[in-house]
Antibody, heavy 120, light 106 residues
C-alpha cells in the first residue's frame, strides 16, 4: 500500500522560501495525482495544490503566486516550495495522494505531516 | 470563491446517531468527501464521492447528499469516533475544505 513521508526544515525565517519533500513508497509517482495540504495550529485544512502527469500543476488561487510543486520521478518524490513566507504560513504541512484521477477526487492516504514554523 | 459551511461542534451520546452537515451551493453535484482527524494525527478519509466508504472504515459511517447539503452520519457512535470531521469538495479544478466540526461523544 502507498505510504507518504514529509521531510524538510522545521524552522524557516520570514521572507525566505519554505521547501519540503514528500517521499512515496509502495507505488509509482508517475501515476496518480499528488497534493500538498496545510493546517495552521488549531485551525482547519487548507489545500495548497497538486501535481500530475509528471509535471502538470494546479494551485490554490490564494497561494498561486508563491507556490511551486514539482516531481522527481527518479527518487519517487514530489516537492513543495513556498516563497516569501510570513508567520501566517506556520502550519503542519501534509502531502497526500489524490485518488480518483484528479478533479472530483479524494485525498488518501496522507503523510504524517511536518510542522513548519516561520520565525526569525 | 466557493465556501463550505459546517457547524463548529456536534455532541452525541454513546450508541446514538451523530449527523454532521456540510452546506455549499449545489454541493450534491460536487462529489463531496469526509475526513476524520483525531488529535495529533493526520486526517483519514471516511467517505468519498458523497456516499462511498473506503475499505477499513466501519459500516457505521455513511454519507448522503441532498441539494446544497452533504451529511456524514455515524450510527451507534462510539467513544473512539470523537474527532474533528472535515468535508471537502471541488469547485471546478480547485479543492475546498469546510471549516471542520468537532464531534464530542458525551
Amino acid at each position: 500500500q502507498v505510504q507518504l513521508q514529509e521531510s524538510g526544515p522545521g524552522l524557516v525565517k520570514p521572507s525566505e522560501t519554505l521547501s519540503l519533500t514528500c517521499s512515496v513508497s509502495g507505488g509509482s509517482i508517475s501515476s496518480d495525482y499528488w497534493s500538498w495540504i496545510r493546517q495552521p495550529p488549531g485551525k482547519g485544512l487548507e489545500w495548497i495544490g497538486y501535481i500530475y502527469n509528471r509535471g502538470n500543476t494546479n494551485y490554490n488561487p490564494s497561494l498561486q503566486s508563491r507556490v511551486t510543486i514539482s516531481v522527481d520521478t527518479s527518487k519517487n518524490q514530489f516537492s513543495l516550495r513556498l516563497s516569501s513566507v510570513t508567520a501566517a504560513d506556520t502550519a503542519v504541512y501534509y502531502c497526500a495522494r489524490l485518488g480518483g484521477s484528479g478533479p472530483r477526487g479524494w485525498f488518501d492516504p496522507w503523510g504524517q505531516g511536518t510542522l513548519v514554523t516561520v520565525s526569525s | 470563491s466557493y465556501d463550505l459551511t459546517q457547524p463548529p461542534s456536534v455532541s452525541v451520546s454513546p450508541g446514538q446517531t451523530a449527523s454532521i452537515t456540510c452546506s455549499g451551493d449545489k454541493l450534491g453535484d460536487k462529489y463531496g468527501c469526509w475526513y476524520q482527524q483525531k488529535p495529533g494525527q493526520s486526517p483519514v478519509l471516511v467517505i468519498y464521492q458523497g456516499t462511498k466508504r473506503p475499505s477499513g472504515i466501519p459500516e457505521r459511517f455513511s454519507g448522503s447528499n441532498s441539494g446544497n447539503t452533504a451529511t456524514l452520519t455515524i450510527s451507534g457512535t462510539q467513544a473512539m469516533d470523537e474527532a474533528d470531521y472535515y468535508c471537502q469538495a471541488w469547485d471546478s479544478s480547485t479543492v475546498v475544505f469546510g471549516g471542520g466540526t468537532k464531534l464530542t461523544v458525551l
